[in-house]
């Protein structure tokens, strides 16, 4: 997909990595507020040429300045559809596909309750997301079940993927034990 699909309720766009879509529903508003389909999984489908089947719903709050990730699982691989419905985030995931024109880079695009906006990123990537507001609740739908065992943390600051997380000078992310010692681009496990 090269170019932006337009559909009755959706707007999809592609990103530098074709594989993951922006996605955008389709919002009604008058003075009383607004209503959106959140997802439709016939309408998704028709967007995107994509049959998925969506089997997990995540659902974190985070304060500023959290980063939380990178995290992908080599067993049980997730395709995440991901939404942010209070505050702002900038979103990322990075290209772990050997066989994709696209390996080792990464996309990054920020999420709000605003924006409506939405991303599909399929498995076989690496994702994570940096708090932008003063707190964040952010929702993603997932195509397999978490599994512990086989999960992987690249390290967020990794100096060969080289993510520009847009952190004010001087600010730290806040990060928990397990993304804190997120492994090095070349130890990190690739599909």
């Not at 337009?6 to 707007?11: A, N, S, V």
């Not at 922006?22 to 489908?45: H, L």
């Not at 089997?55 to 991901?82: A, C, I, M, P």
Request: hydrophobic share 40%; proline share 5%; glycine share 6%.
């Amino acid at each position: 997909m090269t170019t932006q699909k337009r559909h009755p309720k959706i707007l999809v766009s592609p990103t530098s990595i074709a594989d993951v879509l922006i996605i955008e529903p389709k919002v009604f508003g008058d003075d009383r507020g607004w209503f959106t389909e959140s997802f439709n999984a016939q309408d998704f489908s028709e967007a995107t040429g994509l049959s998925v089947n969506f089997v997990q719903d995540n659902h974190s709050f985070s304060h500023q300045s959290t980063l939380r990730g990178l995290h992908y699982q080599l067993e049980k691989t997730q395709g995440k559809l991901l939404r942010v419905v209070s505050g702002s985030v900038f979103d990322v995931a990075v290209d772990l596909r050997k066989s994709s024109p696209t390996y080792g880079q990464w996309v990054g695009l920020e999420l709000s309750a605003e924006n409506h906006k939405q991303l599909w990123i399929p498995a076989g990537f690496a994702h994570g997301f940096l708090v932008l507001s003063p707190t964040a609740e952010f929702l993603y739908k997932t195509t397999d079940y978490y599994h512990p065992q086989s999960e992987v943390c690249l390290a967020w600051d990794d100096s060969s993927v080289a993510i520009k997380w847009p952190l004010a000078v001087g600010v730290t992310p806040n990060l928990n034990a397990k993304d804190s010692a997120g492994l090095s681009w070349e130890r990190t496990p690739k599909f």
